[in-house]
């Protein structure tokens, strides 16, 4: 899969771009239900709001078949190195909840502001790749985005412990309201299956679900082999130390093992 001249001319100026409906019902509705079995599993990878909920469920790839092939699509691979010119490695792998009526804020910040100080990643030469396994609509908590801040480079930020159950280096308000002077806000919404990626320095965050509609997204975050970090604090399974190269499977690998269990029965 190859993203066209004009879809790369789009991400380059704005900072993001979404594929909506990029895998199929049948392919996330898997996913969907083995996300659950993992959130209900009670493994130490899971983090929680303070209310209990499931927040995000890092490393799924690592031990869930089923992720283990979603993080080697050829669906996310092939567009991230046409970008970067180079193979990948997953820096971060992880299932945000953002649960039915509890799901807690995601605060305003850049991802790469973490990495780098966090993990010791050189450079913000790492993809964030957001899959959408439930509908992200207006109103159930969508990733809001500040098109074009990516090109304000690595801003000041806070480490804010106190807000949510997820440590976070945050933006202030001032910070924002300049960026968002400048670019506006934009909220991708769309049907499960849809894929959002954004740059590492571009500003984001997320306000509360309180309706009865979970919103479940996979974040991948694909890293350049050449940008590997070189002082990570965080555990393995936040900030992964494996950086070869990640080898794509086939395009209906997902497909048939979500069909696999219905065949075997047949």
């Known amino acids: 899969m190859k993203l066209t001249p004009q879809q790369i001319e789009f991400f380059n100026r704005e900072g993001w771009l979404f594929l909506p409906e990029l895998f199929s019902q ?20 899971v983090w929680r709001e303070k209310s209990g909920a499931p927040r995000t469920a ?3 790839h690592l031990y869930n078949e089923a992720f ?5 699509h050829p669906r996310m691979i092939e567009p991230i190195e046409q970008i970067f010119g180079e193979k990948l490695y ?7 909840a953002k649960a039915a009526f509890t799901g807690d804020v995601w605060q305003w910040h850049q991802d790469y502001g973490t990495w780098k ?15 959408f396994l439930d509908e992200v609509m207006p109103i159930n908590g969508p990733l809001m985005l500040v098109p074009k801040s990516q090109h304000a480079g690595d801003l000041k930020a806070s480490h804010d412990l106190e807000t949510t159950s997820y440590p976070l280096w945050t933006l202030d308000e001032e910070t924002v309201t300049r960026l968002v002077k400048e670019g506006g806000i934009v909220a991708p919404t769309g049907k499960a299956g849809g894929m959002l990626m954004f740059h590492g320095n571009l500003v984001h965050g997320s306000s509360g679900n309180i309706t009865p509609y979970p919103r479940k997204i996979v974040y991948l975050t694909l890293n350049a082999v050449s940008n590997y970090i070189r002082t990570p604090t965080r555990p ?10 990640i080898q794509p499977v086939d395009d209906d690998a997902l497909l048939r093992l979500a069909r696999a269990p219905r065949q075997a029965a047949e």
């Open 26 to 45: 049948e392919e996330v509705d898997y996913l969907a239900r083995e996300a659950v079995s993992i959130y209900d599993a009670g493994r130490p990878e």
């Open 90 to 96: 997953m820096h971060q792998f992880k299932i945000n």
């Open 236 to 245: 393995e399974y936040i900030a992964h130390r494996d950086f070869t190269p």
């Open 68 to 72: 283990g092939v979603l993080g080697a």
């Open 58 to 60: 890092f490393a799924a």
């Open 117 to 131: 100080r966090d993990d010791g990643m050189p450079l913000p030469r790492a993809m964030n790749i957001a899959i």
